[in-house]
């Protein structure tokens, strides 16, 4: 059986000053320090997944990102979220509307008393607007880089449920290493997550960093980091860039996971500098699709139930495929 072990560093990760309790409570972030005054009663989230920590603490956002990846049916709402709602008894919250950036007034107009960003893209402009509304937690270190725990802890601290979030921590990593105990063949294989290909174009090969939250998930499902990935990876940057021409670089790499379908698949095989890759060329391929199942890649409280099983058995899969 394979067994999890939580990373020290990321256990120790200076993301808020948990021996502190009560109120006033100082969260520290990449933007400085957000001090509370009391228990939030009206939380809003803005971004990607902030909100699936207080619908998973039994706590509806007052306000929210609308989905606008993998909604199926157009309600701005991921399935898993939907149910989360359903059994809360709930009614959607308000959607934020971010195809063009956060909508600042739509935010103030919920009149929330704490608004939770731990894994986003703020920058400081968008910081400091939304601390007029009201205080922010943002995240610790870079733009779209905050692991799932830190973003659990840190949301849940800003709600002042910090043992809640941990709690939930604990129960995910639980999830998790019941999963990977069933799918031994990860265990050791390195893996790289390559995104925005074009079938028509493959001469520029764009990956996620190893400070990507997607690839730091790779490490909780038993994978290694391709040393060839780390050696590409600027600091504090979450996505890397790299022509074809050099793909020679990624021959530590045993597993490929990406974003399209069948098209993309083949245009991969058949290109002559792609076919090269090893992962490629022995068929170690993770295709996810524009659909909820594409989310399992990046970690949520609720999406994970919902989709962990499928991605450990696609990645299961490629593992096979490659020796």
Known sequence: ????????????????????????????????????????????????????????????????AAANYGDDNGDGLLPWVAERLEELGAPTPVLFDEGDGIDFEAVAETEPDVILAAYSGLSRADYDTLSQIAPVVAFPESAWTTEWRQMIRLNSAGMGMAAEGEALVARMEARIAETVARHPQLAGKTAMFVTHLDSTNLSVINFYSAHDTRVKFFRDLGLAMPRSVTEATQPGQFFGSISAERIDAFEDVDIVVTYGGPALLEAMKADPLMAHMPAVAQGAIVMLGNDPAGNAANPTPLGLPWVLEDYAALLAEAAQKSP
């Open 1 to 64: 059986m394979i067994r999890l072990v939580p990373c020290l560093a990321l256990a120790l990760a200076p993301v808020l000053a948990l021996a502190q309790e009560g109120y006033p409570l100082a969260i520290t972030h990449a933007f400085g320090t957000t001090t509370l005054t009391e228990k939030p009663q009206r939380v809003a989230t803005v971004n990607s997944g902030n909100h699936e920590v207080p619908l998973a603490l039994g706590v509806v956002p007052v306000g929210m």
